[in-house]
């Protein structure tokens, strides 16, 4: 049963079971699993599904099981049986999760002291609430010119922040709020944090043909909300900060190519195909090319950013071609030809 370090107890509480996926970042996760443990609502247990390719991870994990076990939380580290890929780990520790309410969260967070007791309200005052997810923090900037790139982005429907509004639009972008107030509507969930209900994986689970940079939690996310509408939510009162490690990632050019090609075969899968849904999502494509050399020229610049401004179009143009010439493919669900990009 969780713990609550406050004096008192709550009838009938739901449990939960923490999992983190994770591959190679054995000091990230260790801070990732020291703020679990001030929680004011301890979770059921902690499920570890290690990719890495060596035993870094299960060492460190060591290092702190002691720390757990003497607040009565149980670490269960599983070195995943299948083949690597952060949709097929996160389905083998939801397979593995015991706990009513299954909360996955990347290896390179931290959580404010009531996370975990702010992710229960929402669940708790709604016995049919699906999914929720916590507020990782305002990114948009204070100044004229932040608000304004934010807005050119809203013009070309591509990633953006909105005052109140986390919803996914026509091109398959999505908004995320800079001040939500309490609990809120949400048509999807960030990665670095989401919980469900754990009966939501006897219908659905993440899209293991995705294996890695596919947007695999707003396609998750936004499918639990289209079963289920108006019982997927953010809370404010969840507050975390996502690290956003730079260890263990893919070179910049193998990300572009995998997220643009993931991208239109989510667009494909979860799109109605009218005229104008396929319009916008060219739209945003173009929008996300004058984004990307915009910001690109800026950061050379101002920051001196060695990095020529056309690199990263150069990568979404290459993962539009590849797109394209693959588009039946994509359609079908086949993303086999993606394996090169994969090996790194």
Not at 25 to 41: A, D, K
Not at 81 to 97: D, M, T, V
Not at 130 to 156: E, T, V, W, Y
Not at 235 to 261: C, E, F, I
């Amino acid at each position: 049963m969780p713990q609550e370090a406050e004096s008192g107890s709550r009838k009938n509480p739901l449990t939960i079971s923490v999992v983190i996926a994770t591959l190679g970042r054995p000091n990230e996760i260790v801070e990732t699993l020291e703020s679990i443990l001030p929680q004011s609502i301890l979770p059921l247990e902690v499920v570890i599904i290690d990719d890495s390719p060596d035993d870094s991870v299960k060492t460190a994990i060591e290092g702190i099981r002691k720390a757990f076990s003497s607040r009565a939380v149980s670490i269960r580290y599983i070195r995943n049986p299948k083949q690597k890929g952060l949709p097929i780990a996160r389905n083998e520790g939801a397979k593995e999760a015991k706990g009513d309410i299954v909360l996955f969260l990347d290896d390179d967070i931290q959580l404010d002291d009531d996370y975990i007791k702010g992710i229960l309200e929402v669940f708790e005052r709604d016995p049919d609430a699906k999914g929720a997810q916590g507020f990782h923090g305002r990114h948009l900037g204070p100044r004229l010119k932040d608000r304004l790139a934010n807005s050119l982005d809203r013009i070309f429907m591509i990633w953006s922040y909105d005052d109140h509004s986390c919803r996914v639009m026509p091109s398959f972008n999505a908004t995320y709020p800079t001040d939500p107030e309490g609990i809120i509507e949400s048509q999807w969930m960030s990665g670095c944090n989401q919980a469900y209900r754990r009966e939501v994986f006897k219908e659905l689970s993440f899209d293991e043909k995705i294996r890695r940079y596919g947007c695999e939690d707003l396609d998750m996310s936004y499918r639990v909300w289209k079963k289920y509408p108006h019982k997927v939510f953010l809370t404010s009162r969840a507050k975390l900060v996502h690290r956003y490690s730079p260890v263990s990632r893919a070179p910049k050019r193998n990300q572009v190519v995998l997220t643009t090609a993931h991208l239109h075969y989510l667009f494909y899968k979860n799109m109605d195909q009218t005229v104008k849904n396929r319009a916008l999502f060219c739209w945003s494509w173009f929008g996300r090319i004058v984004s990307s050399f915009l910001r690109r020229t800026k950061a050379q610049v101002k920051e001196g950013v060695s990095e020529p401004a056309f690199a990263e179009v150069g990568f979404i143009l290459e993962g539009l071609a590849l797109s394209r010439r693959h588009k039946e493919e994509l359609r079908k669900g086949d993303l086999s030809f993606l394996e090169k990009y994969l090996t790194f």
